[in-house]
């Protein structure tokens, strides 16, 4: 984990600076015509633009060791207060699509093995496949313009109603400009764990023990549950816990869709706008997060395979 932070820290950092976008242009806006060289040299001196890139990078890195992400350029805000107040809104929009993404798949697996080689078994996988080359951003457009344009079931975008103070938006405000995006990332997502568990069950399907099991005629859902349940939703569960970079991924394309006010839009306006300190801290950020998701995966597969442990006694004897 140290050395994955240090090396992305390293590598985003030198990416940033050679990015054509001017951060004292960014930081100023429209009023840039009007900053005299003078000026620009005191923003520069105080944001620490004038040093070289590896005083930069140490001062930066010192600061982070100590706590400190810096200030954001964009918000005048701590980095650390503007992550955590996007996290909260980003949360609530991952954790519902990856619930949805989860159970979908999986149902649509189970299904697809239980009915292998009819229609249905062709159709999901047509689905999957479909869905496995599909942008997120284009998914979120055409929800939008179906479901909020013509048919003016949800909200167009935002976290909340437009115009509306903080104190009166209620739960159910919420909840509805969160459909649209988390539909999106769930949609997207189900295909992956669809695929898994469908080739999973038939070779569970196809084992001595459950072949078996058909001869003293168990079938159908009575089958499923007694031999294919254990096998193959945990692995699937581990899966779904590996698919938390992908999650990550499209919700910086959903947020940006549906103007919904998560990390992912943060990321978008601090790379657009030259906003350094703010774009690093949720680089390192995500960068957490996708490891954590990562360690819960090898985890659980340690926790549900035996064999992995064995493997690993043996190697130490």
Not at 52 to 63: D, L, T, V
Not at 79 to 100: D, H, K, P
Not at 185 to 198: D, F, M, P, Q
Not at 279 to 289: E, N
């Amino acid at each position: 984990m140290a050395s994955l932070l240090v090396a992305i820290s390293f590598l985003s950092f030198l990416l940033v600076k050679q990015s054509p976008i001017d951060p004292i242009q960014a930081y100023v806006g429209a009023d840039m015509l009007n900053v005299s060289p003078e000026q620009r040299e005191r923003i520069e001196e105080y944001w620490g633009l004038n040093e070289p890139i590896m005083e930069q990078f140490w001062s930066w890195g010192s600061a982070i060791l100590s706590g400190d992400l810096g200030t954001s350029m964009i918000y005048r805000l701590p980095v650390s207060e503007v992550i955590g107040e996007r996290f909260i809104n980003s949360i609530a929009l991952m954790s519902t699509a990856w619930v949805l993404s989860g159970i979908i798949g999986f149902s649509m697996g189970v299904l697809a093995a239980m009915k292998k080689d009819t229609w249905i078994d062709r159709i999901i996988k047509w689905y999957c496949y479909t869905l496995a080359s599909t942008p997120t951003f284009w998914m979120g457009l055409l929800l939008l313009i179906v479901f909020a344009v013509w048919l003016n079931w949800f909200p167009v975008g935002m976290g909340v109603p437009a115009g509306v103070l903080a104190e009166d938006v209620n739960i159910m405000d919420r909840i509805k400009h969160l459909i649209l995006p988390a539909l999106t990332l769930s949609i997207i997502g189900v295909a992956n764990i669809a695929l898994h568990t469908r080739q999973k069950l038939i070779e569970v399907l196809s084992s001595d023990y459950v072949v078996f099991a058909r001869a003293r005629g168990e079938k159908g859902f009575t089958l499923f549950w007694r031999h294919g349940l254990r096998n193959i939703a945990l692995p699937a569960i581990t899966l779904q816990f590996a698919a938390f970079s992908e999650l990550f991924g499209g919700a910086v394309l959903a947020e940006q869709v549906f103007s919904y006010p998560g990390l992912g839009q943060a990321t978008v306006e601090a790379g657009l706008r030259g906003d350094v300190p703010l774009l690093l801290g949720l680089v390192l950020f995500s960068a957490i997060f996708v490891f954590v998701g990562n360690l819960i995966a090898d985890i659980i597969y340690r926790v549900v395979d035996p064999r992995t442990r064995k493997e690993q006694s043996y190697a130490a004897k």
